[in-house]
């Protein structure tokens, strides 16, 4: 029987999503015509032509679902399909794990009933409390002599813990075979912890959070796969709402997804789906793409063209040969270039120099250019930005998760929570009351050119560091319960002060003052109250904050809004456990340790692409599908690029459907790496059209020769000199 689901094999840039709505609006045009046939003759399908079934049953409102492998992969899918369509078809565009956790929520009262769980609505954990309160849960047993034998930090150790619970709940296995899977894959590995008591922590953790309505990534795949999937009556559901499914990049997609896809195809909808053999940025982070690939078994396959001919996707095979076979002379087309130096200092300046020369020369548009490396630290990063931002040229960094503590503005917030809510005074000093001071003070002024206030405008603060810091020494009074700031008249010489730092500094005083007294009188509902408050009289002001300082706004009270909604529920579950002000304290802590970053939910941009160059890590800038006409590989000579710019997780190998429980060995490893370059180069060259420059110091940041596995291609292309760089 021939299938009518479709399977579109491509490598990058080859045409894939176009296929798939492209495949999409046939199935409508079809449906189209079975309409115009119900009203002049027996509906019925013509001899060789297919009509998938959710047309035939549209009495019954079917919609379709519609899955990207990340989030900004998922919108932009969904806008192009209801765009192609124009809306009439309910679409539904969902991550694979976005789309889980809908559903269980969703059906939270089946699973009520099935797993005999308490009645309260579910709450999601970001990874963030999910680890923290795992801490506290397990800081018992991880003794001094666990951590030994595990090598790593209490920290680390619960990360890697709990990603042995996603990473089995991803393949499909619950959660008491984990122990089953590590003790065959782990074998007779003597610097590990056994399986058993990495599995019964996980159990025990499992309980815990499903006994207060707790829910991370992990849990909730789990409850998915092991208990909806398997439900008549959440199938039945299922395929009434969903009787087509398009997914994009199913490459990059955990072994759960091909269970769903199953249970669709089996109940009679029909299914696209695209795939990259280059792609797979995911695996070793959940993603399985030789198990999703075997769903090609159940589909019609398409396999399209290579890369477009304005890539420089057909000399990856050349330059994949040179790096396996190393003793063949080649020589590299003039398409790739180099950038030699011998410190990693010199290679910064240098190639920012490149890029601001090729750019004020006009040979090539900010927006047409990509910086890419295998990691980047931050002197990496500030230092292009600084050379590039002097010539006037912007930079954007994909995902520049920056810890939310690295802002003065959120260090200001949180020294203003410390004088106001009483027994915090040990996590106030000196400095934070001067930095707060200067911040809280800050005023934006409108550029000379218009009278609107703009994210470019000035700022001007009526409290400058010197002044902040004769305030701060005079002026504050630590206390363990009470720190308190004086008037300014407590400074002898207060009239050195000024008149606008005097002004700006008793209406910060005053303004403390105030909120003091309502937190007395419990007239502040919480801290998120509080913090809504500071930035609305001190930060907002009407004006158009620069956006890394609106998105760490954001972030901000999004993390509290989760973390007091956690701490509401624990205190239903367990109200000794808490000590007043206790959550206060451990919220501030948990952002000093650097875990909460400035990446809320993302605000779509108007307009045109932002006339910036892109800077991006290998997995930043794959993850995000962009091509550019130009690419500079950072760190070429770095061992990283063999690892694709992301660690792998702690037993991922293990998880893997066509190899559970296999031991993962030393020439495993090398394959996979081998492997894993080679969809790097492959993926890349298809995503630039013009130029490559290899940009390589012989020199580490920390001094260590660089001879990376991608040393064969620098020294085969040719070098920038000074003459080709003017």
């Known amino acids: 029987m021939v299938s009518h689901s479709v399977w579109i094999v491509g490598t990058s840039r080859s045409g894939k999503t176009a296929r798939l709505v492209e495949q999409f609006s046939s199935w409508v045009q079809l449906e189209k015509q079975y309409t115009e046939s119900f009203y002049t003759k027996k509906p019925g399908r013509k001899k060789g032509v297919h009509v998938p079934e959710f047309l035939y049953l549209k009495q019954t409102e079917p919609g379709v679902l519609v899955l990207g492998a990340n989030d900004d992969n998922r919108r932009e899918l969904g806008d192009i399909i209801v765009t192609s369509t124009l809306g009439k078809y309910p679409v539904r565009a969902k991550t694979p794990l976005g789309f889980f956790q809908d559903e269980v929520i969703l059906f939270w009262p089946l699973l009520i009933n099935s797993l005999s769980l308490k009645a309260q609505f579910p709450v999601r954990l970001r990874p963030e409390t999910e680890q923290e309160l795992a801490t506290k849960l397990w800081r018992t047993q991880l003794d001094e002599e666990i951590l030994r034998i595990a090598g790593v930090n209490e920290s680390r150790l619960v990360r890697r813990i709990l990603d042995l619970l996603q990473l089995a709940a991803y393949s499909g296995v619950p959660c008491e075979d984990i122990a089953q899977i590590l003790t065959r894959g782990l074998g007779e590995n003597t610097t590990t912890l056994e399986p058993e008591f990495l599995a019964s922590l996980l159990l025990d953790w499992r309980n815990w959070c499903l006994e207060r309505g707790l829910l991370t990534y992990g849990i909730i795949t789990e409850l998915y796969s092991q208990h909806l999937l398997s439900d008549r009556n959440y199938q039945q559901h299922l395929t009434k709402r969903y009787q087509a499914v398009l997914a994009d990049d199913v490459d990059d997609y955990p072994s759960v997804a091909r269970l769903l896809f199953d249970l669709l195809l089996d109940r009679g909808a029909v299914g696209a789906f695209s795939y990259n053999p280059d792609g797979a940025v995911r695996l070793g982070l959940g993603a399985d793409p030789n198990y999703l690939e075997g769903l090609a078994e159940r589909c019609r396959v398409e396999i399209l063209s290579g890369p477009p001919p304005e890539s420089l996707g057909e000399q990856a095979k050349e330059m994949v040969e040179l790096l396996t076979e190393p003793m063949v002379l080649l020589s590299l087309p003039k398409t790739i270039h180099s950038i030699q130096t011998t410190s990693r200092a010199q290679l910064l300046r240098q190639t920012a120099e490149v890029i601001a020369n090729t750019i004020q020369s006009q040979q090539i548009e900010p927006e047409e250019i990509a910086i890419i490396a295998p990691g980047l630290d931050a002197i990496a990063r500030y230092t292009l930005v600084e050379i590039l931002v002097k010539q006037n040229i912007q930079v954007e960094s994909l995902n520049d998760q920056r810890p939310l503590i690295s802002s003065p503005v959120i260090r200001a917030l949180l020294t203003m929570l410390a004088l106001v809510y009483p027994g915090l005074g040990r996590m106030v000093d000196r400095d934070a009351v001067a930095e707060m001071l200067v911040v809280l003070s800050r005023k934006q002024q409108p550029s000379e050119n218009s009278s609107l206030l703009t994210p470019n405008s000035s700022f001007t603060t009526d409290i400058d560091p010197v002044r902040a810091g004769l305030i701060a020494d005079y002026c504050f009074v630590p206390h363990p319960d009470r720190p308190n700031l004086l008037p300014v008249s407590a400074f002898e ?234």
């Open 493 to 726: 010489r207060w009239d050195r002060i000024g008149y606008a730092a005097t002004t700006a500094y008793n209406q910060i005083l005053d303004w403390l003052e105030q909120q003091r007294s309502q937190q007395e009188l419990r007239l502040i509902p919480s801290p998120i109250s509080l913090l809504d408050r500071a930035i609305v009289r001190f930060l907002w002001n009407g004006s158009n904050l620069p956006y890394e300082q609106l998105a760490a706004l954001r972030e901000l009270l999004e993390t509290a809004q989760h973390y007091w909604e956690i701490d509401t529920r624990l205190r239903q579950i367990a109200p000794a456990e808490i000590t007043p002000y206790t959550t206060i304290i451990e919220f501030i802590q948990l952002l000093r340790r650097g875990t909460i970053t400035a990446n809320p939910y993302p605000v779509r941009p108007i307009g045109g692409a932002r006339k910036a160059v892109t800077l991006a890590t290998i997995f930043q800038y794959r993850s995000s599908r962009r091509s550019h006409r130009w690419h500079f590989w950072l760190d070429a000579g770095s061992p990283l690029w063999a690892k694709g710019g992301a660690a792998t997780l702690f037993g991922a190998p293990f998880f893997l459907r066509d190899r559970l429980g296999e031991p993962w060995t030393a020439e495993d490893e090398k394959l996979a790496e081998e492997q894993r370059l080679q969809r790097i180069l492959t993926d890349l060259l298809s995503r630039v059209s013009e130029r490559v420059y290899l940009c390589h110091s012989d020199l580490a940041v920390n001094g260590q020769e660089q001879l990376g596995p991608l040393l064969p291609l620098v020294n085969a292309c040719v070098t920038v000199t000074e003459a080709t760089v003017n």
